[in-house]
């Protein structure tokens, strides 16, 4: 029950952070992309800044030292420190994905309501690409280290 | 060069949006053990595991109805850069396979990762930043898109 109220309040919240630094408007993420074009809108270092002004101090000193969660589950986080080929290949990827519109999955979620066609064309491409992703892992046997 | 353009520049409702974004990734960690990574979050819903499905669901249906809670106390119509449709399914299929295989996202690698000081998502978030970059430089210069 708790864990689900916090699913939704950080679900909340994260579409409410998406709308309210306009990262849902792609104009706004190619702006910052656009980084040559002579207007340069350096709004999105500003969200990951403000994100992790808030999100950095409070792992180090109070989630880092935990052993698990504070409803009791074990903490789910990757402790691979190697930069190996998938995550490289990946990377590059969604990069190139990403800059051919402006739009990445926390953007695609949180604005879908506003029933845009090429978004819902967007997030069931994503579907897709998601799944034949999962079966290429299956195939290539990959071990999986969720972020 | 790089010049800023000042009239589109908005760093209090970036800075403002963004701590959002750091107060749910603490709330989802904290209390839930979880990275509030959408890619993975979403991911997960493709790939069921048992006992790991409910909290992603709900991530996402709340995720989904802000867009409402937003829109009652603004009037800004969300609005996609005109692109054909095509070109938007080629750019869900690489996102979703991408971020799939490089284990997360501009949430998961660029927040999340980058707080912990994951040299993964540092290194991951610089690549596909760059990528991005190259992909919308050379669409600008070449293409005059």
């Known amino acids: ?147 | 060069m790089i010049t800023i353009n000042f009239e589109v520049f908005t760093p209090g409702s970036a800075m403002l949006g963004g701590a959002l974004l750091g107060v749910s990734s603490i709330l989802l960690m904290l209390f839930n053990g979880k990275v509030a990574g959408i890619s993975g979050i979403f991911g997960g819903l493709i790939s069921r595991r048992k006992g790991d499905v409910t909290w992603r669901l709900l991530f996402v249906v709340a995720l989904l109805s802000s867009y409402f809670l937003v829109s009652l106390f603004s009037e800004q119509q969300l609005e996609m850069p005109s692109s054909p449709h095509w070109l938007y399914v080629i750019a869900g299929l690489l996102v979703g396979f991408g971020t799939r295989i490089g284990n997360g996202c501009t949430s998961g690698h660029g927040i999340c990762g980058i707080g912990r000081l994951s040299k993964r998502s540092i290194s991951a978030t610089v690549i596909f930043m760059l990528v991005a970059i190259t992909v919308v430089s050379i669409r600008h210069f070449f293409v005059g898109a």
């Open chain 1, 1 to 147: 029950m708790k864990r689900s109220v916090i699913a939704l309040i950080s679900g909340l919240f994260f579409g409410l952070g998406m709308n309210i630094s306009g990262m849902v408007y792609p104009e706004k993420v190619l702006g910052f992309l656009n980084l040559f074009s002579g207007a340069w809108d350096p709004s999105l270092i500003f969200v990951i800044g403000g994100a992790l002004l808030v999100f950095a101090p409070f792992y180090h000193l109070v989630i880092k030292k935990r052993s698990q969660s504070l409803c009791g589950d074990a903490m789910c986080l990757p402790h691979s420190k190697q930069i190996d080929k998938p995550l490289v290949y990946g990377a590059v990827i969604f990069g190139l994905g990403w800059g051919l519109i402006g739009i990445c999955p926390g953007p695609a979620l949180a604005g879908l309501m506003s029933f845009e066609s090429e978004l819902f064309f967007f997030v069931a491409a994503m579907f897709a690409g998601n799944y034949l992703a999962s079966l290429w892992q299956k195939r290539a046997n990959v071990e999986v280290n969720r972020i």
